[in-house]
């Protein structure tokens, strides 16, 4: 069964719904987005978090 293609909606909810500070959210969307290049996925599997 395929995965559902990433939502953009979710992206933006994901930004403004954590309580993480600026510097945090860059950390978690630079390490989310590196997951998702070395996996060649479109999920790094952190969901909820910011870059996934």
Do not use: H, Q
Not at 18 to 29: F, G, N, P
Not at 35 to 48: A, F, P, T, W
């Amino acid at each position: 069964m395929p995965r559902p293609l990433p939502n953009p909606r979710d992206f933006v909810s994901n930004w403004r719904t954590s309580d993480a500070t600026i510097a945090e959210k860059l950390r978690m969307l630079r390490k989310n987005t590196a997951i998702k290049v070395k996996n060649r996925s479109d999920c790094c599997g952190n969901y909820g978090e910011v870059g996934c």
